[in-house]
């Protein structure tokens, strides 16, 4: 019988972990400046609490190094060690980590909400970061304080030990920058512009007029220094650049300008060398400044959204942006793209919901403008945008544009069907409906029919009967309006063309009432339709499409509507904006249960009988999974996010998960994502903590590909087989091996790279101890030969050392190396090897 459950460090057995609440990707990769390391092969980027790690040449995340808690504001590599990397959050924490093993190292407790990170090269112990001022973000009162890292062996440290550098300053990373060499700092608000001198320990102010007579908007929005000389650059709101020089007097100072901007400058870098100034802004254009000259200068355009961060690698091969769009574009020097690392697209509104592709188990949803989104759940990236509305989008605030408002996939994914409207005024409404059929060669949809005003007002719903492509059926959508109608959508030949070919046209018309047409969907058989028509659902004979029966009960407009599936086909579910949940049965046309809850979201599991509610109340979000056939749900999880969740939806796994809690049991073949109103998309976890902070890169099996050598199986590399030896007298002695293979030392050698490695004074005593048989290795059963000692190692030795002796003899690590090698330890050696083992090493913990 197995045992579910998990083990912890000690070796008992703990209980299984309860459902966790952590974020599965999507999460904004512009939030930070990207930073890239020194060899320029990995960049680093800030993605909601983790920091993720890419590779510059292939796009694809290496590392995922988690432990923050909260947003990741701000990243920064070791200048006293290109291999490490620094990071802080609104936590209130300092981490360094090995990024290239994905290993975290040290954890500074600092104790604010920290919004920014700066190191200088010539402080070891010191960085500097940006806080609210008493501890009140909300008050948008911000301070630059310079923090004292303690040098100590401990993992979690506390930094309290704080030093005022500049007052009443910017939130934002990008308006405070460190000048040449860390001589002195400059951070600009509003209209004014801050220097600090560190060595005379003196600060000028340089203020500007809020407009001038041109009409100029002077306020400061970004900061950058010249790692050379003695330039500040910022950039301010009207789309002008100033470069500020001879700044160390508060009158003789002088600024020349460069204009190409028509909008805000987001954000200033300049070159590792400082011949070149990039900015960027609203246009998606990359402008390159050469020698600080208006007439030299350089343009990367159609970069396809808002550049938010600048950065440059250290080596000043690459350059690279951060969007809006939650992308990052890798730029080689010369101004050309050289790779895209693209996010889940977070627009104004997600008014498709969430969608799954069945071809690739994508999550489809709103995307840019116009386009759906395929975005791939497991390496957290974008696999590729649809152009749905195929027009080009104009940026202008108050234009009334296409919007692409609902999306649905057949059952094997052959065929896609959208409507896209647009809405100039209440009466003025422009829709259309679009089929897409996937083309197996070109490996995308390509649109197969248009149908403009597919309903006189605006479409509320849209569903296939999943069973038409199962049983070589005539694919069937079925569309709900507000025009009271709903109607059923055909494939049919169309013979009207000159090239025979297949097209999408109107079977049926259904209404009730003329009452608006809100849900519908088909039950899994694909038998019955379900119409919701605001307070009543009526279900259609999906053949014939004659009206079955009513549900009516109890009142209210019918918000979500879906059949249950498998053992619980029976039943149908629906919801209400007076708060209530019902069940009807299908087979008795009556109403089966229902309760009072305010449920915001209904989804059914498509490989079981489960259904996914989620509630919202006066603070946070519950969820509850239930079965139709038993209105008790068997499992309830409070507070899941404090946020309003808008949409969810199960995604089958590839391979069953195995979940010791039966209560978890839900989640095995489907894994449940809901997004929230801030867009975060959220996932639910069954594994600890400790499992869910392990990199994906380390969870693989280590290699076994090192060379067979006695060293390599003296240290448990491999595992032995056991050994068997047949004697005519005595009955067969089978010899067991148990090396140290999990040994804390062992580990610690092979598995942590060596620059993080304690002393080897630290690790001897362990490690001679751990290759070493122990006492309790002899089972009760063996026969040990008594040997004889002489008289020297009599008067040396203890009982306990003749003991071990003796195993050692019996029980000799080299016969299991078989023909490889054979290794015989002299007495001396034997002695000496006992000597070390007694030393008592506890004076190295001091050091």
Request: net charge negative; with cysteine.
């Amino acid at each position: 019988m197995r045992v579910r459950g998990r083990r912890s460090r000690s070796g008992k057995m703990v209980a299984p972990q309860p459902l966790r609440v952590v974020r599965c990707g999507g999460s904004k990769l512009s939030g930070a400046r990207a930073v890239f390391s020194a060899d320029a092969k990995y960049l680093l980027c800030a993605s909601g609490d983790y920091v993720k790690v890419y590779s510059t040449a292939t796009e694809k995340c290496v590392h995922v190094l988690q432990g923050h808690t909260n947003l990741v504001t701000g990243i920064q590599l070791n200048p006293q060690n290109h291999m490490q990397l620094y990071s802080c959050s609104l936590d209130g924490t300092i981490k360094l980590w090995d990024f290239t093993d994905g290993i975290l190292i040290k954890t500074f407790v600092v104790g604010y909400k920290l919004f920014a990170f700066y190191m200088l090269a010539g402080s070891e112990d010191s960085v500097f970061i940006i806080i609210p001022k008493n501890d009140e973000d909300f008050l948008d009162w911000f301070q630059l304080v310079s923090v004292k890292l303690p040098k100590t062996p401990d993992q979690e440290v506390e930094a309290k030990e704080l030093s005022l550098i500049l007052d009443d300053i910017g939130q934002s990373p990008k308006c405070t920058a460190f000048g040449r060499e860390g001589e002195y700092v400059a951070s600009v608000r509003g209209l004014h512009l801050l220097v600090y001198f560190f060595k005379k320990k003196k600060i000028n102010r340089f203020s500007l007029s809020a407009t001038s007579k041109k009409g100029a908007n002077n306020y400061f929005t970004c900061v950058a220094c010249h790692p050379k000389e003695d330039c500040i650059a910022s950039g301010h709101k009207d789309g002008k650049i100033r470069l500020w020089r001879n700044f160390n007097h508060k009158r003789e100072y002088t600024f020349s300008t460069l204009h190409w901007h028509h909008d805000v400058v987001m954000d200033l870098a300049f070159s590792v060398e400082g011949t070149s100034l990039l900015s960027g802004g609203v246009e998606s254009v990359l402008v390159q400044w050469r020698d600080g000259s208006d007439y030299k200068k350089e343009f990367l355009p159609r970069l396809g959204s808002t550049i938010e961060h600048i950065s440059a690698s250290p080596d000043g091969t690459f350059y690279c942006t951060s969007h809006t769009e939650n992308k990052i574009i890798i730029i080689h020097s010369s101004l050309s793209v050289s790779a895209v690392i693209q996010g889940l697209v977070k627009g104004s509104d997600v008014k498709t919901g969430l969608v799954v592709d069945p071809r690739t188990k994508a999550l489809v949803l709103n995307g840019k403008p116009g386009h759906l989104q395929f975005y791939c759940l497991q390496t957290d990236k974008q696999l590729y945008n649809l152009d749905i509305v195929q027009q080009e989008y104009i940026h202008q605030i108050g234009l009334n544009q296409v919007d692409l408002v609902k999306a649905a996939f057949s059952a094997q994914g052959n065929w896609l069907a959208t409507v896209e409207q647009r809405e100039e005024k209440e009466v003025e409404l422009e829709s259309q409906m679009k089929l897409w059929n996937y083309d197996e060669q070109t490996q995308s949809f390509t649109l197969n029919t248009r149908i403009n005003m597919p309903h006189e007002d605006h479409v509320t719903a849209l569903c296939f009967r999943d069973t038409d492509e199962l049983e070589d059926g005539t694919p069937t959508l079925v569309t709900a309006g507000n025009d009271g109608r709903f109607k059923v959508w055909v494939l049919v030949n169309d013979s009207d063309s000159e090239k025979p070919s297949m097209g999408w046209s109107c079977d049926f018309v259904g209404s009730y009432h003329n009452y608006p047409a809100t849900n519908c969907c088909f039950s899994e058989d694909g038998s019955l339709l379900a119409v919701s028509f605001e307070e009543t659902v009526t279900v259609w004979n999906s053949d014939t499409w004659d009206l079955i029966c009513t549900f009516c009960h109890p009142p209210g407009r019918i918000q979500n509507l879906c059949f249950g599936r498998l053992s619980c086909s029976k039943y149908l579910l629906g919801t209400t904006d007076y708060g209530f949940l019902c069940c009807w049965n299908l087979l008795s046309c009556a109403l089966e249960w229902s309760a009072q809850l305010n449920v915001m979201v209904l989804q059914p599991d498509p490989l079981s009988e489960n259904i996914a509610a989620v509630s919202r109340l006066l603070e946070g979000s519950d969820l509850f999974v239930f079965k139709p056939n038993e209105p008790r749900p068997f499992c309830i999880q409070r507070n899941v996010c404090r946020e309003r969740v808008q949409w969810a939806v199960f995604i089958p796994r590839d391979v069953p998960d195995s979940i010791g809690s039966e209560k978890h049991q839900w989640l095995s073949r489907s894994q449940l994502y809901f997004l929230t109103e801030t867009q975060d998309l959220l996932t639910f976890s069954t594994k600890s903590a400790e499992e869910r902070l392990t990199p994906s890169s380390r969870q693989l099996a280590v290699e076994e590909s090192l060379p067979m050598t006695p060293f390599s199986l003296l240290l448990g590399k491999h595992r032995h087989q056991q050994q068997s030896k047949e004697n005519a007298d005595l009955d067969t002695a089978v010899v067991q091996s148990h090396l140290a293979q999990g040994s804390p030392a062992v580990k610690e050698l092979l598995h942590t790279p060596a620059h993080v490695l304690p002393s080897a004074s630290f690790l001897c005593s362990i490690f001679i101890n751990s290759v070493l048989i122990s006492k309790e290795n002899k089972s009760a059963g063996e026969v040990v030969d008594v040997v004889e000692m002489d008289s020297e190692k009599a008067e040396d030795e203890s009982d306990e050392d003749l003991e071990l002796t003796e195993m050692e003899q019996d029980i000799n690590p080299t016969e299991f190396l078989g023909e490889i090698t054979k290794i015989k330890l002299s007495k001396s050696q034997e002695k000496q090897l006992r000597k070390i083992r007694r030393m008592d090493y506890s004076w190295v913990a001091a050091l």
